[in-house]
Every structure is written in structure tokens, then in C-alpha cells.
């Protein structure tokens, strides 16, 4: 399949890596363990972790055929901007465990491919990323250390990085303990400078009504899991509800993103763009979502195994893998174009596989040289 139309059949890109399962284990096999752990955890039980990818893997597909899929379109256009396909790199924390070059190095992949990225408050400054990037579709992240000056200097060095798009984590107010990490006594370099928490627990809506009352930057809210909270958001004039659980890696004993996904769009109505995250590692899965409703796909912790397994050139890889998977699934659904996915195509169905952070790539073999 070609990346520039979508045509079936054309040669692929040669590389090394030649599946997802690849850059998994290439990734393993640099990372120290405790990085590992780290990257692979979740809170407490990390049931939550386990029902994102439950919640994907209870979902089967109800191909259509007979219908000319000779040539397919991922594209889609949001911000002002087209994609290459629906999907951006999410805000994930410290990327500089997995790179020297952090969020700079992942903002300059997606430059490259033509997808968004979202930077986290905790990783690499703004002004670098703006720096690596300048025409990328760049949105950035922000959790709440500081009084409303603070928050009006955040949004305000995001206005000048010329960022799309400023999003609000409300699920956050504490940080869950993540007994990976703590078996490991692994402190995650960054976190630990972090003061003000207090002021991430005191959000509340009027943090969200003084952005949308002084701003005109579009606004995201990210942690939304709740038909309830969605409905205040489009009350707020919220821009993008982000589907989001943290990856797992805040409340445990929640609900699978995908599992609630139906219900915060079917609240908002098409009032407000949706975009969601949590447990998507392949190709299928971001179908499945774009199937559902949302209008965009994060990718957390694929990035974070692309950018140990070669940086730059292996997160270029690794969406090159999950376009390829994309394109054979429109292709065998029946479906040309992503405007045309509705929920037509899904249907509820029995699990196969024990969920997991890993579940999603059952030939991987994690060993290590000794």
C-alpha cells in the first residue's frame, strides 16, 4: 500500500522493523527494567489498564464487500489542518527516559508524517518542541501548579509557540500509586521537582470558564469518562472532550475508554469534537474507534516503545506499521473513506486474549540478552 494514496498493492517501505511486534521487542531490550515496568504499569490492580484493552479486544468487525476500496483515504482535517490520518501522538510525561532528545524527537516524527502531537506540562519545555517542529500540528498539555497566573503564563507561551490547541487534564488531582514503580523504587526523573499539586486538586469548572472567557485558543479537556461531565463541558463551550483514563495510570477500577467511548459522544451530540486514548496499539483499534464516533486517536505508550526501540526514525516506523494496518482494514471492511466508518460496522463479541498492556502483540518474545 502507498502512504501517499492509500492504493493497494504498492511496494512497502523497507526497513529493519518489520512489524509492530518488532519495535515492541527492540524496545525491551534497551529499556532497564525499571523503565520497562514503569512504561508497561498501571495503577494499584492496573485493572483499568486492562479494560482499555478489553474493552478494544470485545469489539469484532461486520465487514461489508463488494464495494471499490481500490483506493483509500485516511485523511482527515481538524485545526485548520489535514492529516494524513486521524491520530496524534499523546501527552505522555517524561519522554527523556526513553530519549535524550524527549518530547523534541516525537514532535518531529509527526512533523514528518503529517499528524498531530500533544506536548505534557512534564516533559520537554515548549519553546524546544516549538523549536524541533515549527510546522507541526503541535497542541500542548497542561497540568495546574499555580495560582490563575500561572495558568495564564502557560496558555500564553503557548500562544506564542503558535500551538493549536491548549488541554486541561482534570483527572489528576492526585498522583494513583503505581506499585510497579514502588517494587522497583523507581522515581520518575521530573516528578519529583513537581510542587503545587494542591492546586491540580482544586480544579474546578472555573478554571475552565476563565480559559474559554480570556482565550480564543480552542480548548480540550482531557480525564472525561463520565456522559454527565461531557454535558458540562459543551455548557463550558469546551471545544474537544478527550476520552481518557491516563492510560490506566490514575483511578483504578475504571471503565476501558472504548467501553464509554459511545455514551460521551452520544451525550455531546456532535456539539463538541472528541478525541480519545487509552490501550490503542494497532491499526484495527484505531478503526474501531474512529467506527464508534471519535473524531481523533491518541497513542501513548506505542510512541514511548518507538521512541526506545530508535527514536525519530523508529516512531516514523512505527505509524508507517499502523497506516499500513489502517489501510487493510478499511480495505477489508468494505470502506474507502473514514467518513464513511459508523458503528455499522461493529458488533459486541467475546474476548480472545487476557488483557494487558502487551495483549495487543501476542508473538513477542520479551526475553533479554544476558
Not at 529493519?16 to 529499556?31: F, N, R
Not at 532528545?101 to 512534564?122: E, K, N, P, R
Request: charged share 20%; glycine share 10%; hydrophobic share 40%.
Amino acid at each position: 500500500m502507498s502512504a501517499e494514496n492509500g492504493t493497494l498493492g504498492a511496494a512497502p517501505i523497507p526497513s529493519e522493523l518489520q512489524s509492530l511486534h518488532e519495535i515492541i521487542q527492540k524496545a525491551h531490550q534497551i529499556l532497564p527494567k525499571e523503565k520497562w515496568d514503569s512504561l508497561t504499569g498501571g495503577a494499584e490492580t492496573e485493572t483499568t489498564l486492562k479494560r482499555n484493552r478489553l474493552a478494544i479486544d470485545s469489539i469484532a468487525f461486520e465487514p461489508r464487500v463488494l464495494r471499490d476500496v481500490s483506493t483509500i483515504d485516511l485523511s482527515a482535517e481538524y485545526f485548520g489542518r489535514k492529516l494524513r490520518m486521524p491520530v496524534f501522538l499523546a501527552p505522555t510525561g517524561p519522554l527523556n527516559l526513553f530519549d535524550s532528545g524527549g518530547g523534541a524527537t516525537v514532535v518531529s516524527a509527526a512533523q514528518a508524517f503529517d499528524i498531530g502531537h500533544m506536548l505534557s506540562s512534564g516533559c520537554t519545555p515548549l519553546e524546544t518542541v516549538a523549536e524541533a517542529a515549527p510546522s507541526a500540528l503541535r497542541m500542548a498539555q497542561l497540568y495546574v501548579r499555580g495560582d490563575d497566573g500561572f495558568v495564564h503564563d502557560y496558555i500564553g507561551r503557548t500562544l506564542a509557540c503558535g500551538c493549536a490547541a491548549i488541554c486541561l487534564t482534570v483527572d489528576s488531582a492526585v498522583l494513583a500509586r503505581r506499585d510497579r514503580d514502588i517494587a522497583n523504587r523507581h522515581r520518575i526523573a521530573g516528578l519529583g521537582k513537581w510542587s503545587g499539586q494542591a492546586y491540580q486538586a482544586g480544579l474546578d469548572w472555573r478554571t475552565v470558564k476563565l480559559i474559554k472567557d480570556t482565550y480564543e485558543i480552542p480548548l480540550v479537556l482531557q480525564g472525561i469518562v463520565s456522559p454527565e461531565d461531557a454535558r458540562l463541558a459543551v455548557d463550558h463551550g469546551v471545544d474537544w472532550i478527550y476520552v481518557s483514563n491516563h492510560g490506566g495510570r490514575q483511578l483504578d477500577h475504571g471503565r476501558g475508554t472504548v467501553d464509554v467511548l459511545p455514551e460521551i459522544i452520544d451525550a455531546v451530540a456532535r456539539q463538541t469534537k472528541v478525541m480519545v486514548d487509552g490501550g490503542f496499539c494497532r491499526g484495527s483499534d484505531i478503526i474501531k474507534a474512529l467506527a464508534i464516533g471519535a473524531d481523533l486517536v491518541g497513542l501513548g505508550r506505542m510512541q514511548c516503545y518507538a521512541l526506545a526501540a530508535g527514536g525519530k526514525a523508529a516512531i516514523t516506523r512505527m505509524l508507517e506499521l499502523m497506516e499500513d494496518e489502517m489501510l487493510r482494514s478499511m480495505a477489508l471492511l468494505g470502506v474507502s473513506t473514514i467518513g464513511k466508518l459508523d458503528r455499522s460496522y461493529l458488533r459486541p463479541a467475546v474476548s480472545v486474549t487476557i488483557p494487558s498492556a502487551l495483549s495487543a502483540f501476542p508473538l513477542i518474545e520479551l526475553s533479554r540478552d544476558s
